[in-house]
T-cell receptor, first 110, second 109 residues
Framework: DGGITQSPKYLFRKEGQNVTLSCEQNLNHDAMYWYRQDPGQGLRLIYYSQIVNDFQKGDIAEGYSVSREKKESFPLTVTSAQKNPTAFYLC?????????FGEGSWLTVV | GQNIDQPTEMTATEGAIVQINCTYQTSGFNGLFWYQQHAGEAPTFLSYNVLDGLEEKGRFSSFLSRSKGYSYLLLKELQMKDSASYLCAVRDSNYQLIWGAGTKLIIKP
């Protein structure tokens, strides 16, 4: 079945450390997105990509970086510059009339 | 700027009907989505509207009025499992997704 696979489900980051969240889709979608969600809040856009080798900053891109070397893959790196990274991260793609989400990744700073 | 407004929280009784409103001001319009999100989980698709009118899907219906920049999600025969957040999103003329902050629905026995 087609879908989006995010990993890991749970991740712990130490101070000053970079961590990378994986997002893979086999839906053949061009557009992919990364969102951050804090408890009780809505989705905030970090980065999006509408085509391979191109991506755009969203509303809260500071402290994050992405790459889009393959259509299927859109990894997100949370850098040490992101001072408050503890949140739920969602990867998504859109095809036709549906937005598909991965299961999400919980990132906690320890 | 672009904006989507939804009530922050609503409470309803099991077995009743509830309507969750969504109003939007966006740069153009290319469809409106409703998603359900249980705490700690990813959102799941409920409905998509691009033309005016009502779309019915089981206990859930969604209505759109493009001239008014307005949509609602209607949930009938409420069940305890319907306790969740409901997210409204609009795709604008540049095919960008604009999300509302979500409506937390609390169902009481």
């Amino acid at each position: 079945d087609g879908g989006i696979t995010q990993s890991p489900k749970y991740l712990f980051r130490k101070e000053g450390q970079n961590v990378t969240l994986s997002c893979e889709q086999n839906l053949n979608h061009d557009a992919m997105y990364w969102y951050r969600q804090d408890p009780g809040q809505g989705l905030r856009l970090i980065y999006y990509s509408q085509i391979v080798n191109d991506f755009q900053k969203g509303d809260i891109a500071e402290g994050y970086s992405v790459s889009r070397e393959k259509k299927e893959s859109f990894p997100l790196t949370v850098t040490s510059a992101q001072k408050n990274p503890t949140a739920f991260y969602l990867c998504a793609s859109i095809g036709g009339h549906t937005i598909y989400f991965g299961e999400g990744s919980w990132l906690t700073v320890v | 700027g672009q904006n989507i407004d939804q009530p922050t929280e609503m409470t309803a009784t099991e077995g009743a009907i509830v309507q969750i409103n969504c109003t939007y001001q966006t740069s153009g319009f290319n469809g409106l989505f409703w998603y359900q999100q249980h705490a700690g989980e990813a959102p799941t698709f409920l409905s998509y509207n691009v033309l005016d009118g009502l779309e019915e899907k089981g206990r859930f219906s969604s209505f759109l009025s493009r001239s008014k920049g307005y949509s609602y999600l209607l949930l009938k025969e409420l069940q305890m499992k319907d306790s969740a957040s409901y997210l409204c999103a609009v795709r604008d003329s540049n095919y960008q997704l604009i999300w509302g902050a979500g409506t937390k629905l609390i169902i009481k026995p």
